[in-house]
């Protein structure tokens, strides 16, 4: 997620930018710049990598000014550089945003017929123009961004400056954050906490679809519309440490949190709901994707488990046969690779050493290869024949979450994109489809108010010696990050299994010290499911049932049931995720592990 930083006063404008910037880079990033009013100039400063590239930039090339504005860049559209970098300049308008414009080509389109020229492949540069274009028709700043952002779909919070108003920061949002931080004599925007907290404590939030004209003596909150908004400031007592994690204890937990928004994000533009169908521009023109005979999904982690419900989708909706490997064997197996095969592998680092030598292995083979990554650019992203991102923001706890439920979320768009073009689904059966994976955000977030209900469950069997994940089908891969959430966290054994494997061995676990967590949706093998814990029940095991749909007959074996809403069987995995993830952290935070950074552990695991 990109850092945005603001401010109007009478101090060193460039240095308070840095300083703040610094603040966010907790959150990840690949370039950074700023901007500053000086003598009528507004001279800009952006590199590519860390700040300390900035700041060398800047001690070379100084930029003096009390007003300015600075930007760290999480690459979504654009490759990483110094071009792509922010701020923005069309003419005399400078802008920073955060956010993903849905429409940039078409605005592009339009620009370029006006003679725009573009220098970035971003889609903010859009922002810029749209703006440049306003005010060269008569509007002063304030009107001439009201008037851009009524074109803009998508989510963005924009922070713009104009050349000849020196005095006048305007600050937009929809969709994204943006905090007002109000001094003595000078005020500060931003778009987290943490970046201005060394300067105020008291701050104005503004709400989607609201703008706020900042000055050196005063705050204006309008609507888009231009109606007036009156709200009073609120003083934050948070520390530095708690403010970079918004104020939740963790990143993990603040990263759970955060999934509804990813997977908006990460479905943004992807959706044709009118005309039942999914576009994937990334494949556009790939006839190889579309025509593929075979899908080899090849991943690591948590990222293997995504492949393993991303066979079920294109086997399910596309009716393509699939098989799924992980990155460490199928790089030294010698994989026999047939005509028409396709590999699509899936990493949220784009870094893991054992996926990127399989996409080696892979296109020495003659396959094409699709990735599904996180991170703009990466190694993975770069040695993919085409790339699909997930928009799931940096994931900074190591173990992965919203990173997981955004890969569950492309894959499910892939799945339906092939069934589409293949003409297996059509536009009428595939509406539902889509219309489901619409409400997906607002089921995730009625699965996140089961979190106190699940923290009680967590401590009450926080003591376990081991822990058995069980699920069927499509849920089977859901059980094994289940598993996998709280060896990793809590450092409890835990194992996953297809709940019908479980009389094969595993059975000779179960006693009162080894809880057994089963996934039990309301499918065609309920019943199996439900005398598969009828045999759990009668040994002895304590049972938490995670379900969409409750019964009599449950309720009479189950020691917890955790409900989580209905939806069609391809989406429920991500809603079954979400109790997952919050036992595992509730059951770490129960046992005063390190979270965030569980022994062991890296995020990105660039070795073999
Ligand atoms: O960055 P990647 O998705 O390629 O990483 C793969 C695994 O290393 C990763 O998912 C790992 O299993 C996580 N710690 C899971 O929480």
């Not at 706020?212 to 909150?221: E, S």
């Not at 006839?287 to 593929?292: Q, R």
């Not at 994976?437 to 376990?464: F, M, Q, T, W």
Request: contains cysteine; charged residues 25%.
């Amino acid at each position: 997620m990109c850092g945005i930083i603001g401010y109007i006063g009478d101090r060193d404008a460039s240095t308070i930018l840095v300083q703040g910037l610094k603040r966010l880079e907790y959150r990840g990033y690949d370039s950074a710049g700023v901007a500053t009013f000086t003598e009528g100039t507004i001279p800009v400063r952006r590199c590519l990598g860390k700040l300390e590239n900035l700041e060398r930039l800047l001690r070379d090339d100084p930029i003096e000014g009390k007003v300015g504005i600075g930007h760290t860049r999480w690459a979504t559209h654009g490759r990483p550089s110094e071009e792509n970098a922010h701020p923005h300049r069309a003419g005399k308008v400078v802008v920073i945003h955060n956010g993903i414009i849905e429409n940039y080509l078409e605005l592009r389109a339009h620009l370029g017929k006006l003679g725009r020229k573009f220098t970035s492949e971003t889609d903010t540069e859009v922002i810029s123009h749209l703006i440049e274009e306003a005010v060269l028709s008569g509007r002063d700043i304030v009107a001439a961004t009201r008037e851009a952002i009524a074109q803009l779909e998508g989510s963005f919070s924009i922070v713009v400056m104009h050349q000849d108003d020196p005095e006048t920061l305007v600050a937009a949002k929809s969709a994204t954050p943006i905090v007002i931080g109000l001094g003595e004599g000078e005020n500060f925007i931003a778009s987290d906490i943490p970046a201005i907290l060394d300067h105020t404590r008291r701050v104005l939030f503004l709400e989607d679809g609201e703008m706020a004209v900042v000055r050196r003596d005063g705050v204006t909150l309008t609507t888009f519309a231009g109606e007036p908004v009156s709200r009073e400031p609120r003083v934050v007592s948070w520390d530095p440490v708690t403010a970079q994690k918004g104020g939740y204890r963790h990143f993990l937990l603040k990263e759970i949190h955060e999934q509804p928004q990813a997977i908006i994000d990460t479905m943004r533009g992807r959706l044709l709901q009118e005309e039942g169908d999914v576009s994937l521009d990334e494949l556009a023109g790939c006839e190889w994707a579309t025509n593929a005979k075979r899908i080899t999904f090849v991943a690591c982690g948590t990222a293997w488990h995504a492949c393993q419900v991303g066979k079920y989708f294109v086997e399910q909706i596309a009716r393509i046969p699939s098989d799924v490997d992980y990155g460490s064997e199928f790089r030294y197996r010698d994989p026999v690779i047939e005509d028409g095969t396709v590999v699509v592998v899936v990493s949220q680092s784009g870094e893991t050493a054992d996926t990127l030598a399989a996409i080696e292995a892979a296109r020495e083979r003659g396959a094409k290869v699709i990735a599904i990554c996180n991170v703009v650019d990466s190694s993975i992203a770069r040695r993919a024949d085409a790339v699909i991102y997930t928009h799931a923001g940096p994931e900074i706890s190591v173990a992965s979450t919203k990173a997981f439920t955004t890969q569950l979320t492309v894959l499910y768009l892939l799945g339906l994109f092939l069934a589409r073009r293949r003409g297996v689904v059509d536009a009428e059966a595939a509406a539902p489809l889509i219309a489901d994976l619409v409400n997906l955000p607002s089921h995730v977030e009625e699965c996140l108010r089961r979190e106190r209900a699940i923290e009680k469950i967590a401590k009450k069997y926080g003591d376990a010696r081991g822990f058995l994940y069980l699920g069927r089908g499509i849920n089977y891969p859901i059980a094994l990050e289940g598993a996998l959430k709280l060896k990793e966290i809590s450092y409890i054994h835990a194992e996953g299994y297809a709940a019908g494997e479980m009389k094969h061995g595993p059975i000779a676990l179960i006693t009162e010290q080894v809880p057994v967590v089963v996934l039990l949706p309301k499918d065609a093998v309920y019943g199996k499911s439900l005398s598969n814990m009828k045999e759990v029940e009668s040994r002895g095991g304590r049972i938490i049932a995670v379900t969409d749909s409750p019964s009599a007959e449950l309720e009479d074996i189950a020691w917890e049931i955790i409900q989580v809403p209905t939806t069609n069987p391809c989406l429920l995995p991500v809603l079954l995720t979400i109790p997952m993830q919050l036992l595992a952290y509730y059951i770490a935070v129960y046992r005063g592990t390190d979270v965030d950074q569980p022994r062991n552990l890296a995020k990105s695991v660039t070795v073999e």
